[in-house]
T-cell receptor
């Protein structure tokens, strides 16, 4: 079946630094990738949608200059949290959808980001 | 504006009995609905889905019902097992686009 690998699974960084999270589709080509964040005991909130080779579409209220998304190939998308602050601490999850539009949204295992 | 809502934050069910998880939505453009199971610090795992042209879809112990007029869907798990204990999210998609998640329901199945 479709597998999405997300790394790192957890990361601790200092305020002001940047953190990059990778999302890879291992056995299929992902034309579209989605990035979500989840606060404790809350829903998964969609941050942005990225299509391979084009700029990401950000949801309302998400700072595109802070959360940089790159989808340079059909198997890799990255989310970079720039100048991280403690309020950016959250659980970030990516999801990939393949060329065959069978409603297969495959999720990564998530990344726990803690900014200190 | 929460377009997909799960009004019950938690549910406790005895093993062997039926678990019913409910979900309501407001956007009539949603045409596909999915249920996911999620453990802490892990990504969601797909369970079952239903298209807006159907009112029921069944897969093993899991059945999803869709009532479009009421903008309501439910997930039935029968018989419930302790391994089903997790947080369940419903999600909706407009025109094969992005997924909008509900707020989640924590299911606990006790022996």
């Amino acid at each position: 079946g479709a597998v999405v690998s997300q790394h790192p699974s957890w990361v601790i960084c200092k305020s002001g630094t940047s953190v990059k999270i990778e999302c890879r589709s291992l056995d299929f080509q992902a034309t579209t990738m989605f990035w979500y964040r989840q606060f404790p005991k809350q829903s998964l909130m969609l941050m942005a949608t990225s299509n391979e080779g084009s700029k990401a579409t950000y949801e309302q209220g998400v700072e595109k200059d802070k959360f940089l998304i790159n989808h340079a190939s059909l198997t890799l998308s990255t989310l970079t949290v720039t100048s991280a602050h403690p309020e950016d601490s959250s659980f970030y999850i990516c999801s990939a959808r393949g060329i065959r539009l069978n409603y297969g949204y495959t999720f990564g295992s998530g990344t726990r980001l803690t900014v200190v | 504006d929460q377009q997909v809502k799960q009004n019950s934050p938690s549910l406790s069910v005895q093993e062997g009995r039926i678990s019913i998880l409910n979900c309501d939505y407001t956007n009539s453009m949603f045409d596909y609905f999915l249920w996911y199971k999620k453990y802490p610090a892990e990504g969601p795992t797909f369970l079952i889905s239903i298209s807006s042209i159907k009112d029921k879809n069944e897969d093993g112990r899991f059945t999803v019902f869709l009532n479009k007029s009421a903008k309501h869907l439910s997930l039935h798990i029968v018989p419930s097992q302790p391994g089903d204990s997790a947080v369940y999210f419903c999600a909706a998609s407009p025109n094969t686009d992005k997924l909008i998640f509900g707020t989640g329901t924590r299911l606990q199945v006790f022996p």
